[in-house]
C-alpha cells in the first residue's frame, strides 16, 4: 500500500457543547466505531480510533468498499450495524471477536455499514490542510456512485435542518449533531469540531462502587433501577470526581456498606450464568477480561440524580452516567425505567437507504 495519507491516522476529535452553533457544516452523530478507510487498488485497511486494525473482524465491508470507492483514496467515517430500523451498537460490538469462524459467521449475520463523512487523500493527493468545505464537495463526487452498505453522511449547512435531525434521529439511534466549521482542516487526535449530545437525568439507586485505581477511594458508583418485576437491574456508572471527592464517598456512604454480598441484589454478579437472566455488575467479557471488576456492595437504599445522554437498548446506559445531586427524598423503590425518556422511533432508512 502507497497513498499520500498512510496510516496510522488519529481521527480528528470534536468537544462537547451544550448548543449547536451558527454558521457550520452539520451532520448527525453516528453510534458506531470510527474508522479510517485506507484503499488502494486490491489492498483495504480499516484503522479504529486508536489507529489499531479493524480490518479482520469487518471481512464484508472490505469487499464492499472495493466496489464502492475509488480506487486510491483514504476516508474517514464510522462503522455501524443496523437492526430493525435502528443501530445496534451491540451487535457491533460483538463483531470484535478473536475466532476467525465467528467473525465469518457475524459478518454473514450482522452485515456492517460504512458511512463516510471526510475525504483525507484521493488519487496522488493528500487533503489533510484543504478546507472542510471543499473536502465535502470532493467526497460527494467520489462517492456519487456508491450504493449500500456504503454511503456518504447527509450533512446541512442550514442549522434549523440540524436542530431538526437533533430532535428526529436520536430515535434511530444517532447520538446528536456534530458541527465543522467550514475552513477547516483536518486535524488530526484534536478536539477541533464540535459535538451536541442528547442530555437527560435519572433519579437512580447507588448499590456499590468499585475503587479507584490509586488507592482506597471511590472510582465509579454502581447504579440501578427497578424493572417492572421488582428487581433491581444494573445500568452503569458515575464516575467523574475529583480526588477530593472520590475520599469523602468512601466515608459518605460507609453506613451503608454491607460486609456480607449474600442479601445484595447483585450477590450473584460473579457467576457467569446470572447475567443470562439478570444486569448485573462485572459482567464478564472479552473488554474486561484483564480488570479487576470486584466491587464494594451497598445497601441499595441510596438515591442520586445522574445525567445521561443515551440508553442503549431501553436498559442501561451507553455511557457513564454524571453525577449531579443525592436525591434525600426519593425512596429507591421508585428508581424505575418508568421515568425514562422514550425518544420518539425514527426509521433508520429515511437517513440511509437502500
Known amino acids: 500500500m502507497e497513498l499520500p495519507v498512510m496510516p496510522p491516522v488519529m481521527p480528528m ?3 462537547s457543547v451544550a448548543r449547536i452553533p451558527p454558521g457550520m ?3 448527525a452523530k453516528w453510534d458506531g466505531f470510527r474508522a479510517i478507510v485506507f484503499r488502494d487498488g486490491d489492498e483495504v485497511e480499516l484503522g ?8 479482520r473482524y469487518f471481512p464484508e465491508l472490505v469487499e464492499a468498499l472495493k466496489g464502492r470507492v475509488p480506487e486510491r483514496c483514504v476516508l474517514d467515517g464510522e462503522i455501524v450495524i443496523a437492526r430493525e430500523g435502528r443501530l445496534d451498537f451491540d451487535a457491533l460490538t460483538e463483531r470484535i471477536h478473536p475466532a476467525q469462524s465467528r467473525v465469518r459467521m457475524l459478518a454473514e449475520k450482522t452485515p456492517a455499514s460504512f458511512v463516510a463523512f471526510d475525504l483525507l487523500a484521493l488519487a496522488d493527493e493528500s487533503l489533510l490542510d484543504v478546507a472542510l468545505a471543499d473536502r465535502r464537495a470532493l467526497l460527494v463526487a467520489a462517492l456519487a ?12 449547512t442550514d442549522i434549523e435542518v440540524a436542530e431538526q435531525w437533533f430532535e428526529q434521529y436520536e430515535g434511530a439511534g444517532l447520538d446528536g449533531v456534530i458541527a465543522k466549521p467550514l475552513t477547516l482542516a483536518y486535524r488530526q487526535d484534536e478536539r477541533a469540531m464540535f459535538k451536541i449530545k442528547h442530555e437527560r437525568t435519572a433519579d437512580v439507586v447507588v448499590a456499590g ?13 454502581l447504579l440501578g433501577l427497578y424493572d417492572d418485576g421488582g428487581t433491581l437491574q444494573h445500568v452503569g456508572v458515575s464516575a467523574a470526581f475529583p480526588m ?3 475520599a469523602e464517598l468512601v466515608e459518605e456512604l460507609e453506613p451503608l456498606r454491607m460486609d456480607d454480598i449474600t442479601e445484595h441484589p447483585w450477590a450473584a454478579w460473579s457467576d457467569e450464568a446470572a447475567h443470562e437472566t439478570a444486569r448485573l455488575p462485572g459482567a464478564p467479557s472479552r473488554w474486561s477480561a484483564k480488570k479487576d471488576l470486584s466491587w464494594v456492595p451497598l445497601r441499595p437504599e441510596r438515591v442520586a440524580e445522574v445525567a445521561y445522554d443515551h440508553m442503549e437498548n431501553g436498559v442501561r446506559f451507553r455511557h457513564t452516567a454524571r453525577f449531579r445531586r443525592w436525591r434525600p427524598d426519593r425512596t429507591a423503590v421508585s428508581c424505575t425505567y418508568g421515568q425514562l425518556e422514550e425518544p420518539v422511533r425514527y426509521d433508520l432508512g429515511e437517513i440511509l437507504p437502500g
Not at 479504529?48 to 480490518?55: A, D, E, I, Q, V
Not at 462502587?209 to 458508583?221: D, I, M
Open 13 to 15: 476529535l470534536a468537544k
Open 25 to 27: 457544516h452539520y451532520e
Open 48 to 55: 479504529s480510533r486508536t489507529g489499531k486494525p479493524l480490518t
Open 145 to 156: 456512485g456508491a450504493s449500500a452498505p456504503v454511503h456518504v453522511a447527509p450533512a446541512t
Open 209 to 221: 462502587y468499585r475503587l479507584h485505581k490509586s488507592g482506597p477511594v471511590v472510582g465509579s458508583l
Open 244 to 246: 477530593k471527592r472520590r
